[in-house]
C-alpha cells in the first residue's frame, strides 16, 4: 500500500513525527512518499527544507524548490499537486485542511479517482468567524472526506457538525517528541547555572513562547504581569517572552513607557535552544484569545513545567487539570491571570515540582506513539472506501472550491 502525505509547508515539530510514522508504516510494509508545496519563507522553517531530504529511508518532493509559498498562485499550486498525484497513484491520501489549496485539491482528486482522502486539522469553530455560506460550502466538501485526523475528542463538536461521523474521527494530530524535551531539559537542569549565565536569565520567571501576534493577547499578559508585580509582596518572578513576529516592537514600547520590570525578550530559537528556556522556568503561560491547540503547552509539560493556558486555546480542556498541573483563564479577564501568576508564584517548590509532575505525567500520553496509532487507525477504517463525489453539487463545489493561501502571521 502507498499512503501519500502531503502539506503546504513541513514545519519544524513535523520531521519526528515524519520519521516515527514513516518507520510505523514502513514496518506494516506501506510506502510513505512526503510532498510539501513549498518554503514558507519564515526563520523558524528554513533547515526543514534541507532535513527532511536527508533522512533516511524518506521519499521527500517539493513540489516549488525556488518559490516561498506566499508567491504561489492558488492555481499553481491546484494543478502542480494534481500531476504529483496523478503520477504517483497512491492507495490514501493524508492531507491539510480543506482550507488550503493543497487539501481541496487532494479531495477533488481522491473523490475523482475514488480513493480515502484522511484531512489533518486542528480547527475548531470558534477559532475563525464563518459565514451560514461557508459552513454550508464546508458540510458539502467533508461529505466527501472519508475521515479527519483532529487532536483530541475536545475537537469532535465541528467535524460533527461539518457533517463527519464520530467513528470517522481518528486522534492525536498535535502530539510532539516528549522524549527530546523530557532528556534535554533533564541535561540542562545538571548545569542550571551556566545556561542561565549564557541567556542572562532571572532565577525565577513566567515564560511564554510564541510568535508575537495580536491573537496571542501578549498586551494582555503583560499588562496583568504589570499588575502581579504591584501585588506580590516580595520574591517577584520575571516575564521571558521567546519568539518574533510583527507586535515585537509595540510590546517593547509598551513595557518601556509602563515602566514595567522583569520583562525579557529574546528571539526565537530552535528546539534546542528553547528546551534551556523551558528547563530554566517555573511555569509557562499561553494567553492567545484564539489558539486551535498549543503545541508549545505540550513541549512545556514534557519538560516538566506548571501551565496557565488561556481556556480559548484548544488543548485547554485536554492538557490542563486545574489546581494538579495548572489552571485556565479567560484571555478577556486580565485580573484572573494576575490572580493566578500570584497563586502560582506563591506556591512552595515542593508544590511547584508535584505540578510539574504532574505535567509530565498527563503529556506522556500524548508522545508519537499517539500519532502513529491514530495515524493508522484511520488508514485501516477507511482504505477500502472506493466511492466518488456523493452528489453533482458536491462535484460542481469541489470544482469550485479551490482554497487559498493563508498567511502564518494571522
Given at each position: 500500500m502507498k499512503v501519500l502525505m502531503v502539506h503546504e509547508f513541513f514545519i519544524m515539530y513535523w520531521l519526528p513525527r515524519i520519521k516515527a510514522l514513516s518507520k510505523y508504516?514502513?514496518?506494516?510494509?506501506?510506502?510513505?512518499?512526503?510532498?510539501?508545496?513549498?518554503?514558507?519563507?519564515?526563520?523558524?522553517?528554513?533547515?526543514?527544507?534541507?532535513?527532511?531530504?536527508?533522512?533516511?529511508?524518506?521519499?521527500?518532493?517539493?513540489l516549488f524548490k525556488n518559490n516561498k509559498y506566499g508567491e504561489l498562485s492558488v492555481r499553481d499550486i491546484s494543478l502542480a499537486l494534481w500531476k504529483v498525484l496523478e503520477r504517483e497513484n497512491p492507495d490514501v491520501v493524508l492531507a491539510p485542511a480543506i482550507a488550503f489549496p493543497s487539501g481541496a485539491t487532494a479531495v477533488r482528486w481522491c473523490r475523482t479517482r475514488k480513493r480515502p482522502v484522511i484531512i489533518m486539522d486542528d480547527v475548531r469553530l470558534q477559532d475563525v468567524p464563518r459565514t451560514w455560506l461557508t459552513n454550508f460550502v464546508k458540510r458539502r466538501i467533508y461529505l466527501n472526506v472519508n475521515a479527519a485526523f483532529i487532536p483530541?475528542?475536545?475537537?469532535?463538536?465541528?467535524?460533527?457538525?461539518?457533517?463527519?461521523?464520530?467513528?470517522?474521527?481518528?486522534?492525536?494530530?498535535?502530539?510532539?517528541?516528549?522524549d527530546f524535551f523530557r532528556q534535554r531539559s533533564k541535561e540542562i537542569r545538571q548545569q542550571k547555572e551556566i545556561y542561565k549565565i549564557n541567556h542572562s536569565l532571572p532565577d525565577n520567571y513566567f515564560l511564554c513562547v510564541c510568535r508575537l501576534?495580536?491573537?496571542?493577547?501578549?498586551?494582555?499578559?503583560?499588562?496583568?504581569?504589570?499588575?502581579?508585580?504591584?501585588?506580590?509582596?516580595?520574591?517577584?518572578?520575571?516575564?521571558?517572552?521567546?519568539?518574533?513576529?510583527?507586535?515585537?516592537?509595540?510590546?517593547?514600547?509598551?513595557?518601556?513607557?509602563?515602566?514595567?520590570?522583569?520583562?525579557?525578550?529574546?528571539?526565537?530559537?530552535?528546539q534546542n535552544v528553547l528546551c534551556e528556556y523551558y528547563a530554566l522556568a517555573r511555569c509557562l503561560i499561553l494567553a492567545s484569545f484564539s489558539e486551535t491547540w498549543g503545541l508549545v503547552v505540550n513541549e512545556a509539560m514534557a519538560c516538566g513545567l506548571p501551565v496557565i493556558v488561556s481556556n480559548q486555546c484548544g488543548c485547554s480542556n485536554s492538557l490542563v487539570k486545574e489546581s494538579l498541573n495548572g489552571w485556565t483563564f479567560s484571555p478577556y479577564e486580565p485580573e484572573q491571570l494576575t490572580?493566578?501568576?500570584?497563586?502560582?508564584a506563591?506556591?512552595?517548590?515542593?508544590?511547584?515540582?508535584?505540578?510539574?509532575?504532574?505535567?509530565?505525567?498527563?503529556?506522556?500520553?500524548?508522545?508519537?506513539?499517539?500519532?502513529?496509532?491514530?495515524?493508522?487507525?484511520?488508514?485501516?477504517?477507511?482504505?477500502n472506501d472506493s466511492w466518488g463525489y456523493r452528489s453533482l453539487l458536491d462535484r460542481m463545489i469541489l470544482y469550485l472550491w479551490r482554497g487559498r493561501i493563508q498567511s502564518k502571521d494571522h
Open positions: 508504516l514502513r514496518d506494516k510494509g506501506i510506502e510513505l512518499p512526503l510532498i510539501d508545496i513549498a518554503s514558507s519563507g519564515g526563520t523558524s522553517y528554513e533547515y526543514v527544507k534541507e532535513s527532511l531530504p536527508s533522512i533516511r529511508d524518506i521519499q521527500f518532493l517539493r483530541a475528542p475536545s475537537h469532535d463538536k465541528t467535524y460533527i457538525s461539518w457533517g463527519l461521523p464520530q467513528n470517522r474521527l481518528f486522534y492525536g494530530l498535535d502530539c510532539n517528541d516528549n501576534l495580536k491573537r496571542k493577547n501578549l498586551v494582555n499578559m503583560i499588562l496583568a504581569y504589570g499588575e502581579y508585580r504591584h501585588q506580590a509582596s516580595d520574591s517577584l518572578w520575571d516575564l521571558v517572552l521567546v519568539g518574533d513576529g510583527p507586535q515585537k516592537k509595540n510590546l517593547e514600547e509598551l513595557v518601556l513607557h509602563s515602566g514595567i520590570k522583569g520583562v525579557h525578550f529574546f528571539p526565537w530559537c530552535d490572580k493566578l501568576m500570584l497563586q502560582m506563591n506556591q512552595h517548590d515542593q508544590n511547584l515540582e508535584r505540578m510539574g509532575a504532574e505535567s509530565a505525567s498527563i503529556i506522556s500520553h500524548w508522545g508519537l506513539d499517539r500519532f502513529c496509532k491514530g495515524v493508522w487507525d484511520a488508514i485501516e477504517t477507511c482504505k
